[in-house]
């Protein structure tokens, strides 16, 4: 009790409050809509998951870095070519101590589904990903009223109900940072008594692993290829571990267990990066809510190392899963 009435603490708790109430009065920040299942965006006449943009630019980043990166070769490694080839030889090492003999085999898929999932994952990180985007006519349930400065249009942090469904819009297409660039006014979009347009932001970009899709996607690769060398190295043997009528009754139940580990595994994969992704994302929103101030700084730091936490541990995953494949299930090393 007395450590909890320590001035010092009670001084420390009502600044917080203090900042948590000066933010949400001088720099109101609007809450942004979370939902699990990605949204859909116009291109070229179609509607594409944000998740799937994103993942396209994950990609291109990528293949960005490697032309910077080789693009002037030298024998004695200098700035980005120097920064990425320790990058590689420290991951080949791990591979290496992992894997064995198979290192230069598996590499190349351990190492793409590593940058893959770390770059899409710092993206996420980067101001306009999920608040950027075009502004549409909310239906049932909440939006928030728009604020119109020059010719763009902005989210306000003044939250308003909206009942019965609207017509579709002409969207309120791009902008920069949280502004939107009306293209098609305000037709279509419902008002309040005062007459200012109601919508909400449905964002251009939104980090992959937030979506279900990329990571079960990501886990079904990992153990396809599980399976593939499993059987590459021990042909039709390698199915004696899941149906396994050799061993009595014990061995067919541990078949029956590794089976349902195989399925768990793709479940494990897919939830722990989605989950820890997701959850990393409504946290920054709801410390920018609270605290639009410098507050979420340190929640950026901690989110980026954890983008690259889940990145290597996907990998890693990966890589042991594909060790132990290609061990006959009667060896013992």
């Given at each position: 009790m007395s450590r909890i009435l320590n001035p010092k603490v009670i001084i420390a708790v009502v600044l917080v409050v203090a900042v948590v109430i000066i933010g949400r009065i001088v720099a109101p920040v609007p809450l942004p809509g979370i939902q699990m299942p990605a949204e859909m965006i116009p291109v070229l006449g179609f509607r594409v998951p944000n998740t799937l943009l994103h993942t396209f630019l994950a990609d291109i980043t990528l293949l960005l870095l490697a032309f910077l990166a080789t693009r002037n070769m030298k024998e004695v490694p200098e700035g980005l070519q120097n920064f990425v080839e320790w990058v590689i030889e420290g991951f080949y090492g791990l591979t290496e101590d992992i894997a064995g003999d198979r290192a230069r085999q598996w590499f190349p898929y351990i190492m793409t589904i590593f940058l893959l999932?770390?770059?899409?994952n710092w993206w996420e990180l980067v101001p306009g990903v999920d608040s950027v985007g075009v502004i549409e006519p909310p239906h049932e349930g909440k939006g928030y009223v728009l604020a119109k400065i020059g010719p763009l249009y902005t989210l306000t942090a003044e939250e308003v109900e909206v009942h019965g469904e609207k017509e579709q819009p002409g969207e309120m297409g791009g902008e920069s940072g949280e502004e939107k660039k009306a293209e098609g006014g305000k037709e279509g979009?419902?008002?309040t008594e005062d007459g200012r347009?109601?919508?909400i932001l449905v964002p251009y970009l939104r980090a992959s692993a937030t979506d279900l899709n990329f990571t079960l996607a990501l886990a079904l690769i990992s153990m396809f290829l599980v399976q593939?060398?499993?059987?590459?190295?021990?042909?039709?043997?390698?199915?004696?571990?899941?149906?396994?009528?050799?061993?009595?009754?014990?061995?067919?139940?541990?078949g029956v267990i590794e089976t349902i580990s195989e399925f768990a595994k793709i479940i494990s994969f897919?939830?722990?990066?989605?989950?820890?992704?997701f959850a990393g994302q409504v946290l920054l929103f709801i410390m920018a809510f609270l605290i639009p101030w410098l507050a979420p700084v340190p929640f950026y730091g901690l989110e980026m190392f954890v983008g690259f936490i889940q990145a290597f541990i996907f990998a890693v995953l990966t890589l042991a899963f594909l060790a132990n494949?290609?061990?006959?299930?009667?060896?013992?090393?």
């Open positions: 999932v770390m770059v899409a979009f419902p008002t347009p109601i919508g593939y060398y499993g059987v590459q190295a021990l042909g039709l043997g390698y199915f004696g571990r899941f149906i396994n009528l050799k061993g009595g009754v014990m061995g067919f139940m541990v897919s939830f722990r990066l989605f989950g820890n992704i494949a290609v061990v006959a299930h009667d060896e013992h090393h």
